[in-house]
């Protein structure tokens, strides 16, 4: 398949141009070749653009891309993985804000979905346009069980800061580095938050406003998209995919 074809539809379904974000978000690097396999992955790193060659993949979607903000010199670590990739004829695409905030295939809405909650509404906010989502647990459950569920779908351990109610009937989500939206999630009445990754800063902040902040990992949180969007690619349009596992940990 032509990879303009495929860059044409990504573009439209996730609605690249309407969501202001740092990330160049869409095609980052074309490597002027046909698309037969795609690669799905978190990052960018070496490492996975290795696996998307070994797989034979012609084109990596990533959420976190190479290009960020300003222009970025084509030199040392980074100009060695454009070469890599031109070399390999690796095509590279990113979408990073309107990957966490899409309806279908979000990490967001996607893991909400995932969870089995309800009655599910836009949720925080990135640069005025809705990123996160909520909902109602049913029935509701105790929070240390909700955690346990988190973790079968993520396939790592929940930190848990046991701020608000035992029983968990609401939730918010924002996946990632969204520490801060715990403070949100207090002020709508929310039993509970989760997103990826905890900051010191915040941690008073659950126990103070008497919820329960969750974090599941900044990378597992955002496996969730990626995945998602790999097999929406393959279903619509008959590429098929390979999801590229690369933890950080975090």
């Known amino acids: 398949m032509k990879l303009s074809e495929i860059v044409a539809w990504l573009d439209d379904y996730l609605d690249i141009e309407n969501y202001p974000d ?19 992955a978190v990052d960018s790193n070496l490492g996975t653009l290795e696996q998307a060659v070994a797989l034979n993949a012609q084109l990596l979607i990533v959420h976190h891309g190479m290009f960020w903000g300003a222009p970025k010199a084509i030199t040392g670590a980074h100009g060695d993985k454009v070469r890599y990739m031109l070399n390999n004829g690796l095509s590279l695409y990113a979408a990073h804000i309107p990957l966490d905030a899409h309806r279908e295939v979000g990490n967001n809405w996607g893991f909400a979905g995932m969870i089995g909650l309800e ?5 925080g906010e990135y640069k005025g346009r809705p990123i996160g989502v909520k909902g109602r647990l049913k029935p509701p459950m105790k929070r240390r069980e909700l955690a346990q569920m988190i973790e079968a779908q993520l396939g790592e351990p929940v930190m848990v800061l046991e701020g608000g109610p035992d029983t968990v009937d609401t939730l918010g989500i924002i996946s990632g580095g969204a520490a801060w939206d715990v403070v949100t999630a207090a002020e709508q009445g929310l039993d509970a938050f989760l997103t990826g990754e905890p900051k010191h800063e915040v941690f008073y902040e659950a126990f103070e406003r008497r919820i329960n902040a969750m974090y599941g990992g900044h990378y597992m949180t955002e496996t969730v998209g990626v995945n998602l969007l790999g097999r929406k690619v393959e279903d619509e349009l008959g590429v098929p995919f ?5 933890p950080t940990g975090l």
Request: proline fraction near 0%; aromatic fraction near 10%.
């Open 119 to 123: 009655e599910l509404e836009d949720f």
């Open 22 to 40: 740092a990330s160049l978000n869409g095609l980052q690097l074309d490597a002027g070749t046909d698309v037969e396999r795609i690669a799905v």
């Open 242 to 246: 390979n999801f590229i596992y690369v």
